[in-house]
C-alpha cells in the first residue's frame, strides 16, 4: 500500500509539470478573453492534466491514510504534501469560477515547489506521539491546510498583479522586493536540489549535543554542519566541524538545512539571472500583458474572503479546541500558536485594509504577497529552526 501510495504521489508530480507547461503554452498561444472567459486548447488540456494530477494526488492521501492507520499530515512530509494538494484543489475551484489560465500558470510553480520541498523530508510511515492521538489532528489540521492553500491563491494572483504594474525598466524598491520573493521560490528550488544531492552522495555525520533541559542526545546531520548544536561533539571520524554552534532552543540540524538552501538558492538565482540576463520579474512581464489588473485583484481579494474564514476554523478555533483536550489549556505561546494568531491578525488587517481604506490594486497585492510569505515562515522556519511543542513537524 505504501509503494501504490508514493508511485501515485509522484505521477501526479509529473502530470503537475507537464500541466504547467501547457498553462505556458496557452498564454502563448492566443490572448486570453476574461469577459468571454474563453480557454484555447492548450489551457484545456492543461485543465485536465491539473484535474488528473489531482486525483492521482487524492489517492496518494488515501492510500496513505489506510497503510499508516491514520490521516496522514503528522510530520513535515506529509503535511507540506496535502498542503500542495490543496493549493492544486484551490486553484481548481477558482479556475471554474474565473477561467483564467495565467492563474495556473503562477500558481502549479508554487505547488510544484511545495511538493518538493516535501519529498525532502523523511517519508517513513510512523505511529503517532501520544499528542497527536486524536481525531481533532485530522480536522484542526487539514482544515488549517486548507485555509492557507485558499489564501495562497491570493499570492498568486497578486504576483500576477506586481509582475505586470510594476514597471521593469526603473530600479526602485518596488521591483526590489519584488525580486526578492522571486528569489525566496528559487531558494525553495534551492533546498531541494541541495538535500539532492547529498543524499545521493549518502552524507552523514553524528554529534552528541545537550537540549535545553540538559538532557544529551544524539544527533544525524545529513549535510556539513555550518551550524552545530548546542554543546555539540562531533562522533563520525574526520567529519566536518561546524563553524557556530547554536542556542538549545533553536533547531541546529534545521537551520543548517535553511543556510544551505539560502547559499544554493543565491547560487541558483545567479545562474537564472545569467541566463535570462534581467530580473525574474522583468522575464514574466511578457505573460502578463493580456491580463487586467482589475481581474487579477478581484480574484485576489476573492480567495482571501474565503480563505480566512476557512483558516480562522482551523488553525485557531479547532487549534484551541484540541490544545484543551490534549495539553488542558486553549493557549500556551507556543511559537506555532504565536504565528498562527500573528498570520491570522495580518490577514484580518488585510481585510479591514480593503474594506474599510479602499487598499485596491497594488497596495492589495503587496499584502496578498506578505501573507503568503508569513504562511511559509510559519511553514519553513518556524517548523524547522525554532523548537517547541510542534516540533514534531519537523521530523
Known amino acids: 500500500m505504501a509503494t501504490i501510495s508514493s508511485n501515485l504521489l ?44 489531482f486525483i492521482a494526488q487524492l489517492g496518494y492521501f488515501i492510500t496513505r491514510w ?56 523523511p517519508k517513513d ?15 484542526h489540521v487539514t482544515t488549517a491546510a486548507i485555509g492557507e492553500a485558499i489564501l495562497a491563491i491570493s499570492f498568486a494572483a497578486g504576483l500576477i498583479y506586481l509582475v505586470k504594474a510594476i514597471d521593469q525598466t526603473k530600479l526602485n524598491k518596488r521591483n526590489f522586493w519584488l525580486e526578492v520573493v522571486m528569489f525566496a521560490l528559487v531558494a525553495v528550488l534551492g533546498f531541494v536540489a541541495v538535500s539532492t544531492v547529498f543524499s545521493a552522495a549518502s552524507y552523514h555525520e553524528k554529534f552528541n549535543w545537550t537540549d535545553k533541559h540538559g538532557t544529551v542526545a544524539v544527533v544525524e546531520y545529513t549535510m556539513p554542519a555550518i551550524s552545530g548544536p548546542h554543546a555539540g561533539e562531533l562522533l563520525t571520524k574526520d567529519g566536518f566541524k561546524p563553524l ?11 537551520f543548517n538545512t535553511v543556510i544551505w538552501s539560502l547559499m544554493a538558492g543565491i547560487l541558483l538565482y545567479g545562474l537564472i539571472r545569467l541566463i535570462l540576463r534581467k530580473r525574474i520579474a522583468a522575464a514574466l512581464q511578457p505573460l502578463v500583458k493580456n491580463i487586467k489588473l482589475d481581474f487579477v485583484d478581484e480574484i485576489s481579494y476573492r480567495s482571501v474572503l ?41 490577514y484580518a488587517a488585510f481585510l479591514h485594509l480593503r474594506l474599510s481604506k479602499g487598499w485596491h490594486g497594488e497596495k492589495s497585492a503587496w499584502l496578498a504577497v506578505l501573507g503568503f510569505v508569513i504562511i511559509m515562515f510559519n511553514l519553513v522556519a518556524v517548523n524547522l529552526v525554532i523548537a517547541g511543542l510542534h516540533s514534531y513537524a519537523g521530523s
Open 10 to 53: 509522484f505521477i501526479a508530480f509529473i502530470l503537475y509539470l507537464v500541466a504547467t507547461l501547457f498553462f505556458g503554452g496557452s498564454i502563448k498561444s492566443k490572448k486570453e478573453l476574461n469577459e468571454k472567459k474563453e480557454t484555447n486548447k492548450w489551457g484545456k488540456i492543461a485543465v485536465v492534466l491539473t484535474i488528473v494530477g
Open 66 to 121: 489506510i497503510a499508516a492507520g491514520h490521516a496522514p499530515v503528522s510530520n513535515m512530509f506529509e503535511f507540506t504534501t496535502f498542503f500542495g494538494m490543496a493549493l492544486v484543489g484551490a486553484f481548481i475551484v477558482i479556475y471554474f469560477i474565473y477561467r483564467t489560465t495565467l492563474l495556473g500558470l503562477f500558481t502549479m510553480p508554487v505547488a510544484i515547489l511545495v511538493i518538493a520541498y516535501a519529498s525532502m523530508f
Open 125 to 139: 510511515i510512523t505511529p503517532l506521539i501520544p499528542a497527536l492521538q486524536s481525531y481533532w489532528l485530522h480536522i
Open 244 to 254: 557556530i554552534e547554536m542556542p538549545a532552543f533553536i533547531n541546529a540540524k534545521k
Open 306 to 346: 474565503i480563505g480566512f474564514p476557512v483558516f480562522t476554523l482551523g488553525a485557531l478555533i479547532f487549534a484551541m479546541i484540541w490544545a484543551q483536550m490534549a495539553w488542558s489549556r486553549f493557549w500556551g505561546w507556543d511559537p506555532k500558536e504565536v504565528w498562527a494568531l500573528i498570520t491570522w491578525l495580518f
